[in-house]
């Protein structure tokens, strides 16, 4: 059997920013309006300052406004819903992100529930989720509807499809799960506990990995010809690098699955890179509807 093919997020999500700076550029040359995307970030943590610069990077490149938000480790849950609350009536801000994890006397679920559903670009908000649960309109998590360009790219109709989702997190399992349901999959949700983990991979014609365990699937857990999205990004100790080096790998044995998948993302290069081009498309669609005009074809 050949290699799989090798699904090319970067490439992908370079595709997909520059059509947003386009549909950006005729959204400001039709309505004069500019879409404004607000990152909170509060605290020193290192991956998520890198995280946060490229956002705001990215989200100029794309033409559109960025409103950062630097607050100290020390803040108050009282101060940081106050900022939100300002930035949730600025008619400038299209989209709110809070970057977590936030500090131990944060508690996140309230400042996710403090944010305008509207401009819940993260589409974490109970509304957003609600909404995507019942099939109406929402602002979807990124990291999942990157998942699903990808797959639409790589296979087209998923019509029929055995999909098996493992991981069961708010962020990427549960919403991963109901947008392959709209896309008429059949779907199954599996995680740690779930009794012959391997044998439920096996049956999936689509298998979505976003367990967060450094190459937990084995190529053998894969069907032949199967479709492999592997969410996860784990760092781990890579001595042939010299010492005290380490390098990312995902939640699959890329190297084993390669040769038994049909096609499948690397990491790094896979789904990371589709992130950040879909919270850019979630600020744009967020300013249009609050504007009451179409996203530019």
Not at 48 to 62: F, L, M, P
Not at 224 to 247: F, L, M, Q, S, Y
Not at 268 to 281: D, K, R, S
């Amino acid at each position: 059997m050949s290699e799989a093919k090798r699904i090319d997020g970067k490439a992908f999500a370079e595709t997909l920013r520059a059509e947003i700076g386009r549909k950006a550029a005729a959204l400001k040359d039709a309505h004069g309006l500019v879409p404004g995307l607000a990152a909170v970030l509060v605290g020193e943590d290192p991956a998520s300052q890198v995280y946060v610069r490229n956002k705001e990077k990215q989200c100029v490149e794309a033409g559109m406004n960025s409103v950062g938000r630097r607050m100290e480790v020390s803040t108050t849950q009282e101060e940081l819903l106050a900022v939100v609350d300002a930035l949730n009536r600025d008619p400038a801000v299209h989209g709110i992100l809070v970057q977590l994890p936030l500090p131990a006397q944060i508690d996140s679920r309230t400042v996710i529930e403090a944010i305008d559903p509207g401009k819940d670009v993260d589409g974490f908000h109970p509304v957003n989720v609600g909404r995507l649960s019942s099939g109406e309109d929402s602002l979807v998590p990124c990291t999942p509807q990157g998942c699903m360009m990808l797959l639409e790219d790589t296979v087209g109709d998923l019509s029929g499809a055995n999909a098996v989702v493992v991981g069961r997190s708010n962020i990427v399992g549960k919403p991963m799960a109901q947008l392959l349901l709209a896309a008429n999959c059949t779907v199954t949700v599996a995680h740690s506990r779930t009794r012959d983990l391997p044998g439920v991979c096996r049956e999936a014609d689509i298998l979505i990995a976003a367990v967060g365990r450094a190459r937990m699937i084995e190529g053998g857990w894969i069907k032949p010809g199967a479709t492999v999205i592997d969410v996860g990004i784990n760092r781990i100790d890579a001595p042939e690098r010299g010492e005290g080096k380490t390098r990312l790998v995902g939640d699959v044995d890329y190297e084993a699955a390669v040769e038994i998948a049909g096609a499948i993302t690397p990491v790094p290069g896979g789904v990371g890179p589709m992130t950040i081009a879909c919270l850019l498309n979630n600020t744009l669609i967020a300013c249009c509807r609050q504007n009451g005009v179409d996203v530019p074809e």
